[in-house]
Structure formats: C-alpha cells, structure tokens
C-alpha cells in the first residue's frame, strides 16, 4: 500500500522559509513522477512543482526562483524548499504520485496522480 506522508508546514512572515517534506513508502514502480500542489481557501487546487524519474523538475511561474523540488532516493522522500514566501503562498500543500510513468505532466495538470498525501499548512503572514 503506497503511503504519502507531508511534513514540515508551519506559520511564517513574508520572506521567511520552509521545507516541505513528503514520506513516501510502499511503491515499487522505478519510473514515476511526483509533485507538490496547493489549494487555498476558495481556490482550486494548482500544480507547484513536478520532480520526474530522471531528476527533470519543472515549476509554475509564480514560484519560479523561490521554490526548489528535490528528491532523495535513499530516504524515499520528496521536498519542497521554499524561500521567499510570499502571503500568496498560504494553502494546504499536498504531494502526490503518479503510477510508472515515463513522462511527467505538466506542472498544471494536478490529474493523473494515483497517490496523494493528507497535506500540510503553509501560512505566509505580511
């Protein structure tokens, strides 16, 4: 059974930092793509980052520059470094998994993730 477990939210004024981390365990699959998302209150949920099978990260323009999607294959677990916060940046964060999958989709596509965490906050005060 694939388990995806966020950590790492918290509360933080406007320029300040937090890393995200994603717990992955059960999968089996050596190709597959994971990503970072977020919803805000009254928002829908919107593609961040997206780390491939190959270490190719692709990122959503408003956090270009400020946000770094890593993965470390000997922990199983996937990160989220965010700089620069901004209040903009406050919404439940959430990683998911793709099932094999050689290609990633777009980093707005949040469709096609068989596997997703129970999220963590991230609130950004100005």
């Known amino acids: 059974q694939v388990q995806l477990v966020e950590s790492g939210g918290g509360s933080v004024q406007a320029g300040g930092s937090l890393r995200l981390s994603c717990a992955v365990s059960?999968?089996?699959?050596?190709?597959?793509?994971m990503g970072w998302f977020r919803q805000a209150p009254g928002k829908a949920r919107e593609g961040v980052a997206v780390f491939g099978s190959y270490g190719v990260t692709s990122y959503v323009d408003s956090v270009k520059g400020r946000f770094t999607i890593s993965k470390d294959n000997a922990k199983n677990t996937l990160y989220l470094q965010m700089n620069t916060l901004k209040p903009e940046d406050t919404a439940m964060y959430y990683c998911?998994?793709?099932?094999?999958?050689?290609?990633?989709?777009?980093?707005?596509?949040?469709?096609?993730?068989?596997?997703w965490g129970q999220g963590t906050q991230v609130t950004v005060s100005s």
């Open positions: 059960g999968y089996t699959d050596s190709h597959y793509c």
């Open positions: 998911a998994a793709t099932g094999l999958l050689i290609v990633c989709p777009p980093v707005r596509q949040t469709t096609g993730y068989n596997y």
